[in-house]
């Protein structure tokens, strides 16, 4: 079974300040696909970005942007020119790519608090 | 466009009550699942449903029981409620998994529920 993990239970930074969230996972295969959701206190789950494991370059949303190394199973999210509206809870989620329809195997999150 | 709408939003059960939880996309999903939140936790996997008339277990199945009505609904019944099955529940919906193509999964505003 594959595991995610966030070693960073909250995260804190100035706004207008760059803050990375680090995600690692645990999987024997070798291809799936990677997402950083945002939770803010709405209780919504939005996506922020997705990778592709096959896929070298690194994915890019504006001012997110994620490090993703194959090889040490790290996939850490960068946010630039952070804003207050960023304050949330960020999940890191792992999805197979093998035929069916399993789920997402998250992780336990990080609470990202943005400082005015 | 609703996206994914689950009813109820909020639910106070008492032990050994029993209660369904709807969910219901827009969006022509093949894929739908029930997630579950407990604090300091991320998202579980409780039951999916790859298909119209095919579900599988998750990570945590056990108090549940869903059904795929048909395309567009998915929903979660708890027979016997027990005070751990107190939580935030979350729907989901997704486009079958692609060859190489991510599809992400698109949540519904969750519901609260306590049981007593």
């Known amino acids: 079974a594959q595991t995610v993990t966030q070693s960073q239970p909250e995260m804190s930074v100035q706004e207008a300040e760059t803050v990375t969230l680090s995600c690692t996972y645990d999987?024997?295969?070798?291809?799936?696909?990677l997402f950083w959701y945002k939770q803010p206190p709405s209780r919504q789950m939005i996506l922020v970005i997705r990778q592709e494991a096959y896929k070298q370059q690194n994915a890019t949303e504006n001012r997110f942007s994620v490090n993703f190394q194959k090889a040490a199973k790290s996939f850490s999210l960068k946010i630039s020119d952070s804003q207050l509206g960023d304050a949330a809870m960020y999940f890191c989620?792992?999805?197979?790519?093998?035929?069916?329809?399993?789920?997402?195997?998250f992780g336990k999150g990080t609470h990202l608090i943005i400082q005015p | 466009n609703a996206g994914v709408t689950q009813t109820p939003k909020f639910q106070v059960l008492k032990t050994g009550q029993s209660m369904t939880l709807q969910c219901a996309q827009d969006m022509n999903h093949n894929s739908m699942y029930w997630y579950r939140q407990d604090p300091g936790m991320g998202l579980r996997l409780i039951y999916y449903?790859?298909?119209?008339?095919?579900?599988d277990k998750g990570e945590v199945p056990n108090g549940y029981n869903v059904s795929r009505l048909n395309k567009r609904e998915f929903s979660l019944r708890l027979e016997s409620a027990a005070p751990s099955q107190t939580s935030v529940y979350f729907c989901a919906s997704s486009r079958r998994p692609g060859q190489g193509v991510v599809q992400p999964q698109h949540f519904g505003d969750g519901t609260r529920l306590s049981i007593l």
């Open positions: 989620a792992y999805r197979s790519a093998r035929g069916g329809a399993d789920g997402l195997t």
């Open positions: 449903s790859a298909s119209e008339g095919t579900t």
């Open positions: 999987t024997s295969e070798s291809d799936y696909y």
